[in-house]
């Protein structure tokens, strides 16, 4: 296997790197490296909630009693975002843009934030690809869209026969080949101290934590993590990993670790997760 080659460039409002060690002119690298870029940047267009025009917004500024056709990969995101909020008994819910945007932690989206009720169905999803809105609740997918970005830019890269390879975006990272990869996971009250050390073989790792977004108001203290059956912010001050074999839900899963401060959570069975408190 040839040295890790990388390269880096800023998506999803963090720095997505990719580091492939095939042996392959550096012709065909740089073609790999476009095709799974590609799939990224797909990610943040359609799923964006700052993008007026992305899936997302337009399901955000939909009318209640609409059906709104959106991309297949929008629909299979938040196919596997119901699929989390079930199994967590609604830890995890993607219907919490408008705590987001009450705390500063989101811009405004053309409409008044909606008071959050925990639990209530606002959107169901359609064979044909489509949203139905149910309730005005605003949906964020800044909890499981980078995870699932990281899927399709590994999913790119096999289907053009990379065997060994990895992608990183800003913490929430899949891994592929014959080697392990060594990951570090630091104690966040201590820095130095390196709570666990991790060997990542085929598998996708995600981290969590309310010091990466937190924010005081004249209101009191927020952060971008919600906990889905309260709406409260979960200021919780511990870091969360999870480790999976698809990046989509050890992103997801993180939220539902952080908000029950259970590694051991019933739920992460079901999506052959493991968890790691620091």
Known sequence: MEALRRRAQPWLGTIVEIRIADAMPETALTAMYDRAFQQIARVHRLMGFHAPDSDLSRINVAPVGSHITIDLHTHAVLQAALQVTAASAGLFDVRVAGCLIDWGILPPCGQAPRSYVPRRASFSLTPEGMVYKLGADLLDLGGIAKGYAVDLAITSLQEAGVQNACVNAGGDLRVIGDC???????????????????????????????????????????????????????????????????????????????????????????????????
């Open 180 to 278: 392990a990869n060594e990951v570090l996971l630091r104690n966040p009250s201590d820095p130095s101290d390196m709570a666990y050390k991790l060997a990542l073989h085929n598998q996708a790792l995600a981290t969590s934590a309310s010091y990466f977004s937190l924010r005081e108001t004249e209101q009191g203290q927020y952060c971008a993590l919600v906990n889905g059956q309260t709406g409260e912010a979960m200021l919780n001050r511990i870091s969360v990993s999870v480790s999976a074999p698809q990046c989509i839900f050890a992103d997801a899963l993180t939220k539902v670790v952080m908000a029950s401060a259970n590694a051991e959570h019933p739920c992460l069975a079901q999506f052959g997760a493991q968890a790691y408190i620091t």
